[in-house]
């Protein structure tokens, strides 16, 4: 990252300025006023404050409208903070010891309020004047159906118009220690009413005229004094904005570099041709017509391999849009290169199943294939070792068991990672090391990505979007049920089965409570086995505690269509593809996140019959679960439904291999700010294709602080 930014022709004096301007921001807290060393250390420890510049981004997490006085006869709830202007009138020590308290009456024009304290009674005692005039403010809370005031902040009216708070007041963080050193949140704006004077020099504007006017920005140094002190509503939103603009645009920066740079830099095999096994496969095997999506997504592959740069892609697409044929045409084109190629799966169900219908769509071609997982003899397993050093296995398919070291290939050219987010970076970033250079990465997703998690988590990746399904699917209707309807349900299930259809029943395994989950398993099983009779009626189980043999017998008997019912825990959750299966209940739906219930949803619809999804929960629902299942109801789009996730869960958690602190974003929100980050996301865009070094005069105090801010930041995994 860094040597993309070179400091290039830049004038002396703009080096020294920079340095004059970077040790101000970087002078550390202790030197402010109000500070010193011992709460120095604190804010550090506390906080994570070092510096002026860590101050001077440590921004109010909510402000008070101080413009506005109420009236004591006129409060209605106790919710809010209120400010009054009164007289303080009898003051009172009541109590003694540990309940000792101090109470005051308060009174305007309309009426009067009790005022109460319990710490610091002596204190608060000295330093009030009896008959004075106030501007109260604080939190009213009810004690015996009247108002009254513990704690409130008093300010004597003379001081207060001799140091009016114009506009709103921030309210800062703070924590325990730190209010114990008289650094609470009032005192930490205090801080920043400090700091900020000092840095108005400092804080220089550093994006281009164009680009303020373009989008139409407040200036960088306005927008730092209004997010700490704003004049009003109006201002602060406009504050908030640039700066919200400003963190997607570094962060846009650095994920874009990374990009070109890996373009740049990074080498791959370039797979000049298509040959035989492509063309033979696209004209004589492949059983359907692509759709537009998928051809698109393959163009987009195609073109990447051709050119000799190192292709690192992310295919998402829902669940259904038909991820795996695109990825075994781009595996064929590796092929027709005399490559070898890898598909590896999060779960051994996942890669058995990808390893059969690969199987059958290659057969017709003579491609040497094989299955990889821990289940495998060690006899099968010298022989593929073997094969695959001396090439005569073309693709091989498994689980994490194909990226140990004593996994060699000839010549492997194509990764490709399904359900990538089940990897770990370090197993994604071992295949990198199978081959003299690294085999190009294809990895894909289960479910979409939210867009802004995509263009900030991924935004280093290129992204090919499958969104289109094959046609011919009937909508999955989903319903929700509670559990007294469980025999309705079951007299559907019948109903379905008499037709000739298969049904799964899934129950949540979550690991604490796997012993109760297990219980539940055991004796939905033993229900569903007493409902739906032998002969009638076959069932198979399958879950965790199953060896992987067994699981795979019961699965098969499944596929087979030797079982109608499959009783299963979430093993079954990825990939899974029996077509004649159209119903698939969800029991205790409630417990399982939104992307997981989408993705089993999944498992049916994949035949021509109408297929079901019916959500069977407890009357007891949270809010969120209450979204989670009227979302499913509501929708079959997998892209809705993955906002929707992020909403409810908030983006770090959906992120899997980057912290959400990685993201450096302060005041920007992924599930908020979607359209400030396109801009910043178009705006960086724009300004790279046009300047890639960032040589041009007007950019030249945006590559400084992007020096500035990218300095010391650690580079990321390759990998996604
Ligand atoms: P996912 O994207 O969830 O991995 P799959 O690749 O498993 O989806 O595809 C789902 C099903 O759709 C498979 O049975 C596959 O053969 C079928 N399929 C894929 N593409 C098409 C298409 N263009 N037309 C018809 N069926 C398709
Ligand atoms: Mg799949």
């Known amino acids: 990252?860094?040597?993309?930014?070179?400091?290039?022709?830049?004038?002396?004096?703009?080096?020294?300025?920079?340095?004059?301007?970077?040790?101000?921001?970087?002078?550390?807290?202790?030197?402010?006023?109000?500070?010193?060393?011992?709460?120095?250390?604190?804010?550090?420890?506390?906080?994570?404050?070092?510096?002026?510049?860590?101050?001077?981004?440590?921004?109010?997490?909510?402000?008070?409208?101080?413009?506005?006085?109420?009236?004591?006869?006129?409060?209605?709830?106790?919710?809010?903070?209120?400010?009054?202007?009164?007289?303080?009138?009898?003051?009172k020590e009541q109590g003694a010891g540990p309940k000792k308290r101090l109470t005051a009456q308060f009174s305007d024009e309309t009426g009067s309020v009790e005022l109460i304290w319990f710490k610091g009674v002596k204190w608060v005692k000295d330093s009030l004047k009896i008959g004075s005039t106030y501007v109260l403010y604080g939190k009213p809370s009810v004690y015996q159906n009247r108002f009254n005031f513990p704690h409130p902040e008093l300010e004597l009216l003379n001081d207060f118009k001799a140091n009016p708070i114009n506009g709103l007041q921030p309210v800062y963080p703070s924590t325990e220690r730190l209010s114990n050193q008289g650094l609470n949140g009032k005192a930490i704006g205090k801080l920043l009413k400090n700091l900020l004077p000092q840095l108005q020099n400092t804080l220089q504007e550093y994006l281009p005229d164009y680009l303020i006017k373009k989008y139409r920005l407040k200036g960088c140094r306005e927008a730092y004094n209004q997010v700490h002190f704003?004049?009003?509503?109006?201002?602060?939103?406009?504050?908030?904005?640039?700066?919200?603009?400003?963190?997607?645009?570094?962060?846009?920066?650095?994920?874009?570099?990374?990009?070109?740079?890996?373009?740049?830099?990074?080498?791959?095999?370039?797979?000049?041709?298509l040959g035989s096994y492509f063309n033979d496969f696209y004209k004589q095997v492949l059983p359907f017509t692509l759709t537009g999506a998928q051809q698109r997504v393959l163009k987009e592959i195609r073109k990447d391999l051709r050119q000799g740069i190192h292709m690192n892609r992310l295919v998402q697409g829902d669940v259904g849009s038909g991820k795996t044929i695109v990825a075994l045409m781009a595996m064929l084109m590796a092929l027709d290169n005399n490559f070898q190629a890898c598909l590896m799966a999060p779960t051994e169900i996942l890669a058995n199943q990808h390893f059969s219908s690969l199987k059958e769509l290659t057969q017709p071609l003579g491609v040497e294939i094989a299955l990889l997982t821990g289940s495998t003899k060690s006899a099968e397993r010298r022989k593929i070792h073997e094969q695959l050093e001396n090439g005569t296995l073309k693709i091989l398919i498994g689980t994490h068991a194909l990226i140990e070291d004593k996994v060699k290939f000839k010549n492997l050219g194509l990764a490709v990672v399904d359900e990538q987010h089940k990897f770990g970076v370090a197993q994604r970033a071992s295949l990198w090391k199978k081959n003299s250079l690294p085999?190009?990465?294809?990895?894909?997703?289960?479910?979409?990505?939210?867009?802004?998690?995509?263009?900030?988590?991924?935004?280093?990746l290129d992204i090919s979007v499958i969104d289109e399904l094959p046609p011919g699917r009937k909508e999955i209707e989903t319903h929700h049920r509670y559990d007294s309807s469980r025999l309705q349900v079951f007299g559907f299930m019948k109903q379905q089965i008499e037709l000739g259809r298969q049904v799964y029943v899934v129950y949540p395994l979550i690991e604490e409570s796997e012993k109760m989950d297990y219980k539940d398993l055991m004796d939905g099983y033993e229900s569903i086995e007493r409902a739906f009779p032998k002969p009638n009626?076959?069932?198979?189980?399958?879950?965790?505690?199953?060896?992987?043999?067994?699981?795979?017998?019961?699965?098969?008997?499944?596929?087979?269509?030797?079982?109608?019912?499959?009783?299963?825990?979430?093993v079954i959750e990825v990939g899974v593809n029996v077509p004649n299966a159209s119903i698939m209940v969800i029991e205790s739906s409630e417990r399982f996140g939104l992307s997981q219930l989408h993705q089993l949803r999944g498992r049916v619809g994949r035949g021509a019959e109408q297929s079901y999804c019916i959500l069977m929960?407890?009357?007891?629902?949270?809010?969120?679960?209450?979204?989670?299942?009227?979302?499913?109801?509501?929708?079959?789009?997998?892209?809705?439904?993955?906002?929707?996730?992020?909403?409810?869960?908030?983006?770090?958690?959906?992120?899997?291999?980057?912290?959400?602190?990685?993201?450096?974003?302060?005041?920007?929100?992924?599930?908020?700010?979607?359209?400030?980050?396109?801009?910043?996301?178009?705006?960086?865009?724009?300004i790279l294709n046009n300047d890639p070094q960032l040589a041009l005069m007007p950019h030249q105090p945006l590559k400084r602080k992007l020096q500035e801010k990218l300095a010391d930041k650690t580079q990321w995994g390759k990998i996604s």
Not at 439 to 460: C, E, F, W
Not at 618 to 629: C, Q
């Open 230 to 273: 704003p004049a009003n509503i109006e201002e602060l939103e406009k504050a908030q904005r640039r700066l919200k603009f400003d963190e997607f645009l570094f962060l846009q920066f650095e994920l874009l570099q990374q990009k070109q740079l890996h373009r740049e830099t990074i080498k791959g095999f370039a797979f000049k041709n």
């Open 537 to 570: 009626c076959q069932i198979s189980i399958v879950h965790g505690r199953m060896t992987a043999e067994a699981k795979e017998i019961e699965m098969q008997r499944f596929v087979k269509g030797q079982t109608q019912i499959m009783v299963a825990t979430t």
């Open 439 to 460: 085999p190009h990465i294809l990895v894909m997703t289960a479910t979409p990505i939210p867009r802004t998690l995509a263009m900030s988590v991924y935004g280093h």
């Open 1 to 91: 990252m860094r040597n993309l930014l070179p400091f290039g022709q830049s004038y002396c004096w703009g080096i020294l300025l920079l340095i004059f301007r970077m040790n101000l921001l970087e002078t550390s807290i202790e030197y402010l006023k109000g500070v010193g060393p011992k709460r120095g250390q604190l804010l550090k420890k506390e906080l994570g404050l070092s510096n002026y510049s860590d101050l001077l981004h440590f921004f109010p997490f909510r402000y008070v409208d101080r413009s506005h006085f109420h009236k004591i006869n006129g409060l209605i709830s106790a919710t809010t903070e209120v400010q009054i202007v009164g007289t303080l009138g009898v003051i």
């Open 617 to 686: 929960s407890s009357y007891k629902l949270s809010a969120n679960a209450k979204t989670r299942l009227k979302t499913m109801v509501e929708t079959n789009d997998g892209f809705k439904i993955s906002e929707v996730d992020m909403k409810l869960r908030g983006p770090g958690d959906l992120m899997g291999t980057r912290q959400s602190g990685d993201l450096n974003l302060k005041l920007a929100s992924l599930v908020l700010d979607g359209a400030i980050l396109e801009q910043a996301r178009l705006c960086v865009q724009k």
